[in-house]
């Protein structure tokens, strides 16, 4: 069955998107200030001055955490990566929900939503099972 037409062009609208986006960055950035504990430091005073920014550039590879410090310029250059990767899941996303409604509409299946009842099913339900309830076991049946 051909695509819908508006399907195929929202289809088009997020390729052409995607076709336009820069590099991704994998992982999270996370900023931190902190106290490094030295009693006589600034960053023990009233009102503290905390030491930091610590830029925190988590993501996982082979499995684990890898964290890397950027800096200041580094973050501000790099933001953008990190943006587009933020974009590129949405894009994603509305690429499969798109295909999602599209199988849905081209093979004739009831969309559903979460939170209500499921359609009825296409295929009978099971039938009684016949062992059910077991027969008792004898005690000479049970392993000493
Ligand atoms: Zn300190």
Known sequence: MPPDPSADQARAAIAAALGQIGFCLPGSITIRHARCGKPRCACAADPPSLHGPYIQWTRTVHGKTVTRLLTPAQYQAYAPWFANTRRLRELAAELQALSLAEI?????????????????????????????????????????
């Open 104 to 144: 849905a509409r081209a093979e004739g299946w009831a969309t559903i939503t979460p939170g209500t009842p499921a359609p009825p099913r296409t295929r009978p339900v099971r039938g009684p099972n016949p062992d059910y309830p077991k027969p008792p076991k004898t005690p000479g049946d049970q392993p000493a």
